[in-house]
């Protein structure tokens, strides 16, 4: 495989791990609280929660993001490549991802991302054609808003109604599957547009930055020397900041940690991206595998919610509300574990990922060569 492919399977996969400990805690308690209503407060659960808001709150989202930027350029490679109309690929890959999200929402997690990234990208594509400055330009001032935007709404948010809760409590522990799904439509018709005020402005940004990425040759050389500088000047510095606001949130000054969460979010993403380009490349079977499931990090993200749903859901195992924080996010990395292994079983048959497929048709539905 090429350079270019690489450092991209990596970013999915990592940010994968770190999507799932912060998706989780909504599916097993209250979508509105996460883990502050866990019903366990040992030292573990506190250990795993400080871990979790630390190192993947508001990262693994930031390093998703900037993944559909570097997406959208190597499409573009693609179509070019090919002979394909690019301006109906993506319309089509756009619908795919809105119908997929709502589906997501409606049925599994409230707390979907892609239909908000089929919005968002929307909008990128008008800036495809922009220069490598522009969009790192863009993409940083959009990251500074975002902060400004999404911190009196993290920290001066009003506390939840009692009987709303109660409600949740009761379809969440005795309801059936159509009640549950109802409730889970009702609530992501709700949180939707919050979602889209506080992640829409970064996602955009970090789409931004991914597409000037991979202009600049940044994606195609993992040994360059910014990834060399991100590394040394924001991974130390963004992890510092994040496990300290992380720290206070839990043991301190709650609104000032979560103020030094949000802001520090960007540094410490930074930080990954650089040391994740200096992965080693390696050519074994273990890696190869590894970056076989980054390619299909679509099945992995919805399989994560459709099996997690399942085991916290009444209908299923009736997790929900009864495990400590710590056992929340052992489970959903077990969760991911099994999801990786069957992903490489499905991929050793069909090529693709399940849903990976299903975007390709949707995508290449109507769109012959040129």
């Known amino acids: 495989m090429s350079p270019r492919a690489l450092m991209p399977d990596h970013l999915r996969l990592v940010a994968l791990f770190g999507i799932v400990v912060v998706n989780v805690q909504f599916m097993a308690y209250p979508i509105t609280l996460g883990f502050e209503a866990a019903p366990s407060a040992t030292t573990l659960d506190d250990l795993a929660i400080w871990a979790v808001n630390g190192l993947a709150l508001f990262k693994s989202y930031g390093l998703f993001s900037f993944m559909f930027g ?22 089509n890959r756009m619908i795919g991802l809105a119908l997929l999200g709502v589906m997501h929402g409606v049925l599994f997690f409230p707390g979907d991302i892609l239909l908000l990234y089929a919005l968002v990208g929307a909008l990128l594509y008008r800036w495809r054609d922009w220069a490598v400055g522009r969009l790192v330009r863009t993409g940083a001032i959009l990251l500074a808003v975002q902060v400004l935007v999404a911190l009196p709404l993290v920290v001066l948010a009003p506390p ?16 059936t599957w159509a009640e549950v799904a109802t409730y889970r439509a009702a609530s992501f018709a709700i949180t939707f547009p919050i979602l889209l005020v506080i992640q829409g402005i970064a996602a955009l940004g970090w789409f931004c930055l991914g597409l000037a990425a991979v202009r600049a040759g ?3 050389d993992p040994r360059h020397p910014l990834w060399a500088r991100a590394r040394r000047l924001c991974l130390g510095p963004g992890l510092l900041l994040g496990l300290t606001g992380a720290a206070l949130w839990q043991w301190g000054d709650g609104g000032l940690g979560e103020a030094l969460t949000v802001l520090c979010a960007p540094i410490a993403t930074l930080g990954y991206l650089g040391l994740i380009a200096a992965w080693p490349a390696g050519s074994g079977r273990l890696m190869r595998g590894l970056r076989n499931i980054g390619a299909s990090s679509l099945s992995l993200y919805l399989g994560q919610s459709i099996l997690l749903s399942t085991l916290f859901a009444p209908y299923g195992a009736g997790l929900w509300g009864t495990v400590g924080a710590a056992e929340a996010t052992g489970i959903a990395l077990a969760a991911t574990l099994v999801l990786m292994l069957a992903v490489t079983l499905w991929r050793r048959v069909f090529g693709l990922g399940p849903f990976e497929w299903v975007l390709r048709r949707i995508t290449r539905h109507g769109v012959a060569r040129s």
């Open 218 to 220: 940044l994606i195609d």
């Open 70 to 91: 570097v997406g959208l350029a190597y499409q573009i490679r693609s179509a070019e490549r090919r002979g394909l109309p690019f301006g109906r690929l993506y319309r």
């Open 160 to 175: 939840i109604e009692p009987d709303l809760l109660e409600l949740e409590r009761a379809i969440m522990t005795g309801g």
